[in-house]
Every structure is written in structure tokens, then in C-alpha cells.
């Protein structure tokens, strides 16, 4: 069974950092890019960006090109997600997910609030 | 980047109605790379229809997709009770930059 298991839910104030991990299993990590995915409160879902897990090259959405980091570490099948200088508009559920036409993969989701 | 846009925003239907739904793309993609997804409360989006028209795994047949170009519909033929949800379209383009859409909310009449 494939899963993506992500970190916990967290409250952060703003302006800092926070750092979201994604553990995938049953599913050969070099094989498909990690995607992430952010929606907001009552909002629909706005693609984040990607990493290629085989080299760690990465491709963003212009929206979140400058205060988004996202890695892989192939030895712990793990990509990581880092959002920083952290503003109340970055409060949302977090999503990575394998996307490649029907291999198709959602990890649970993390919740960031941003509040002081 | 593809700008997707899906129309309308909410849908007031009742069980057994059926049910179009549109997204429409701001330059011409690949059938090949535009999905449909639904989503419920408090839970991921799930995967119904790949490749414009193939539905995914243990998906059932009331659900098609279909359309090319820059016009794409999902279409639900008799709706259900646990089909009230939100729908999304994507596209995945070539320059591997992902979208998408706004969302359409399929609910209660």
C-alpha cells in the first residue's frame, strides 16, 4: 500500500519558518515527483511546486518562488516543504502528493496557523 | 503559465440530476495531462478522471470527462448522495508547471 505521511500540525508565529516532511512507502521514491499543494481556509487548492527526487531539482509557482524551499532525501524516502518568513496569509493545510497521470497519491495533510 | 477556469462556482442539484461541469484552460494543453479530482471535507482530493477521459481506479462509470483543446467538461450522469463535494480540474504542462482550477461546489438543493 502506497502512503505519504506527513509531520504534524503546528501553530508558528510570523515571520518564522516552517518545515513540513512527507515519508513515502510502498511506492519507489526515485520513480515520480513530490508535489505540494497548499489550500487555504475555505479555499481551493494552489500548486506549490515540485521535486525531482532522483537529482533535487525543483520547480516552483511563481507565487511561492521566493520564501518556498522544497528537497528530497532519497535514503529516507522523505521530501521536505519549508515556507519561510511565515505571514497569516501562509495559514493553510499543506498537501504533498505523487502526481503522474493515474499514479496518483495524497499524503494526509499538515495544518499551519500562522498567529502571534 | 495556464490559467484554468472552471465555471460555475456552486451547483444547487438534488439526488439523480445530471450534472455538467467546465474547465476551461487559457492556451490549448494535452488531453493527456488535464485530471479531475474530488474533494470533500476534511479529506484530500481524490483522483477521478485522468488523461480528459479515463477514470481512475474504483471510480464509477456515472463519472466521464471529455473535451480537448481549451474546453473540458466532467460530467456525472445521475447524481448521488456522496457526490456532493467540490470538483477541481488540472492541468499538467509541459514546462512541468501544474494548475489548478477554481473549484466547483456540487451541493444540496
Given amino acids: ?116 | 503559465e495556464v490559467v484554468v477556469t472552471q465555471s460555475p462556482g456552486t451547483l444547487s442539484l438534488s439526488p439523480g440530476d445530471r450534472v455538467t461541469l467546465s474547465c476551461r484552460t487559457s492556451q490549448s494543453v494535452s488531453s493527456d495531462y488535464l485530471s479531475w479530482y474530488q474533494q470533500k471535507p476534511g479529506q484530500a482530493p481524490r483522483l477521478l478522471i485522468y488523461g480528459t477521459s479515463n477514470r481512475a481506479t474504483g471510480i464509477p462509470d456515472r463519472f466521464s470527462g471529455s473535451g480537448s483543446g481549451t474546453d473540458f467538461i466532467l460530467t456525472i450522469s445521475r447524481l448521488e448522495p456522496e457526490d456532493f463535494a467540490v470538483y477541481y480540474c488540472q492541468q499538467y504542462g509541459s514546462s512541468r508547471l501544474l494548475t489548478f482550477g477554481g473549484g466547483t461546489k456540487v451541493e444540496i438543493k
Wanted: aromatic share 12%.
Fill in chain 1, 1 to 116: 500500500e502506497v502512503q505519504l505521511v506527513q509531520s504534524g500540525a503546528g501553530v508558528k508565529k510570523p515571520g518564522s519558518t516552517v518545515q513540513i516532511s512527507c515519508k513515502v512507502s510502498g511506492y519507489t521514491f526515485s520513480d515520480s515527483y513530490i508535489h505540494w499543494v497548499q489550500q487555504a481556509p475555505g479555499q481551493g487548492l494552489d500548486w506549490m511546486g515540485l521535486v525531482d527526487p532522483v537529482d533535487g531539482e525543483t520547480i516552483f509557482a511563481e507565487k511561492f518562488q521566493d520564501r518556498v524551499t522544497i528537497t528530497a532525501d532519497t535514503s529516507r524516502n522523505t521530501a521536505y516543504m519549508e515556507v519561510r518568513n511565515l505571514r497569516s496569509e501562509d495559514t493553510a493545510m499543506y498537501y504533498c502528493a505523487i502526481i503522474n497521470g493515474w499514479t496518483n497519491y495524497w499524503g494526509q495533510g499538515t495544518l499551519v496557523t500562522v498567529s502571534s
